[in-house]
């Protein structure tokens, strides 16, 4: 294999063999992905041992002693830069559904991708972002076919942590976050202000349930309502911290977050975390 084909899948989970068992390695079972490919990261010893208990000693590892959706995101930034010697990493949640993709002849409509498909967008996606000298990409969060269309971006876009693709910088400052909700909005904001872009391919989306009670963010957080109850001070904050990068709006579910695609960098505007 090319190395320009290489990259290897980064899954962090808690609390949550069997989702991750039914639903990502599911699919990337579905999508004839090695599992040599794959490394998950769980919290500690006791964690790992659970998921291995759960049929998954086919695995690989690695314990993060960690705790927290911030802890762990910023783990997983010092670990491939420092870590490791990979320059490329596909970030996927534990509980996604199926990675959906416009359908070309009725682009109203959204199909599972097949492993071609799958296969050679993330290796044309990691080009594009290297050729471009930026450091990330995304997909859409929402399956919703309204807010999909056959173009890609480098303004100013929500990368959501649910899918990305990195590329290690190592010549570059490297970047974390310091919020438990909302953190891949400021991940979004920090690596467009540092690389000045990030790139977002529309076509494709993601289909998972974010507000999954069992394990995962909700857990890590005490529950549901805990979650919920975080938006106000958080999205208070990104707002504080990045001005006219960020848009707070008002949803049934609590406080929101849009960033603002028209947004051009001012230097001075913000301070990196």
Known sequence: MDYLEEYQIAIPSYNRPHII?????KLLKRLNIDNKQILIFVENEKQKEK??????????????????IMEKRNFLETYYREQTQHDRVLYMDDDLDDI???DKKNPKITVPIEEKEFKTFIVQAFNMTEYLNLSIFGVSALHNPFYMSYNTTTNLKYISGAFKGCVIRRDRHEIHTDIDHFEDYQFSCEYYLRDRGV???NHISIKTDYFIEEGGICESMGGLQKRKDSMEPNSKY???????MVNVVEKKWGKEIKLNWRYKINETAVKSV
Not at 51 to 68: D, K, P, R
Not at 238 to 244: S, V
Request: no cysteine; glycine share 8%; aromatic share 14%.
């Open 100 to 102: 959906m993709i416009l």
């Open 51 to 68: 998921y291995i208990n759960h049929g998954l000693q086919e695995y690989n590892f690695i314990t993060t002693s960690t705790q927290g």
């Open 199 to 201: 790139i977002k391919y």
């Open 21 to 25: 068992k039914d639903k990502t390695l």
């Open 238 to 244: 990104m707002q504080e911290r990045y001005g006219a």
